[in-house]
């Protein structure tokens, strides 16, 4: 696989347009990260994460065995330097627990934590052409799903694990940088 993440300045935002989980309370607060899954890497926001309950942990969602939910953790500012919404993260350890939702049929939200297969989709041979690519979903449909980094993969293949991201729109985030807006079309 040649999955390639999007180059972003910083971290993974996410604005949550339309979710159901905020008034109906699929909320996951209690669950630690994963320590060998975040040993070093970061949680951002806009990742899509599996959720072990058994284990009161968030890992990566490799597969379809667990639950999968969006990290939107409330941002923190660490620094008065560096205080928009690119510079924040969760540390794996000795950080606040992260906030995830689960998601449900008709949900969206944007994000530019997303990610692409040059292998699977393999006229994606840059990024440039990915973007293009984006820009063009309102003729051509892609899909989002869970990648083994948490970025959520885009494809034009559907996926056929955890949930189902349609790509309705190539937008900005409140920055003004390049985001995605996504809308769950099955569970």
């Known amino acids: 696989m040649a999955i390639k993440r999007l180059t972003i300045d910083g971290y993974g935002q996410v604005e949550l347009n339309n979710v159901a989980f905020r008034r109906d309370g699929r909320i996951e607060a209690q669950a630690k990260p994963n320590a060998t899954d975040f040993s070093v890497d970061k949680l951002e926001n806009g990742m899509l994460l599996a959720v072990d309950a058994a284990k009161r942990e968030v890992k990566y969602a490799v597969d379809g065995t667990l639950p999968v939910a969006l990290n939107y953790s ?3 500012m660490y620094d008065e330097r560096a205080n928009g919404l690119k510079d924040f993260y969760l540390n794996g350890k000795d950080d606040f627990l992260p906030r995830l939702g689960y998601l449900a049929v008709g949900d969206k939200f944007t994000t530019n934590c997303i990610c692409y297969d040059s292998a699977v989709d393999s006229s994606w041979t840059s990024e440039s052409v990915f ?4 820009g063009t979903c309102a ?3 892609l899909y989002g799903g869970i990648s083994a980094k948490g970025a959520i993969l885009v494809s034009a293949t559907a996926p056929t694990e955890g949930p189902k991201l349609r790509v309705i729109e190539k937008t900005t985030m409140p920055n003004g940088k390049l985001g995605v807006k996504f ?3 099955a569970e």
Do not use: F, G, N, R
């Open 74 to 76: 409330a941002e923190h």
């Open 139 to 141: 003729s051509t449909t």
């Open 183 to 185: 809308q769950v079309y």
């Open 131 to 134: 973007i293009s690519a984006l």
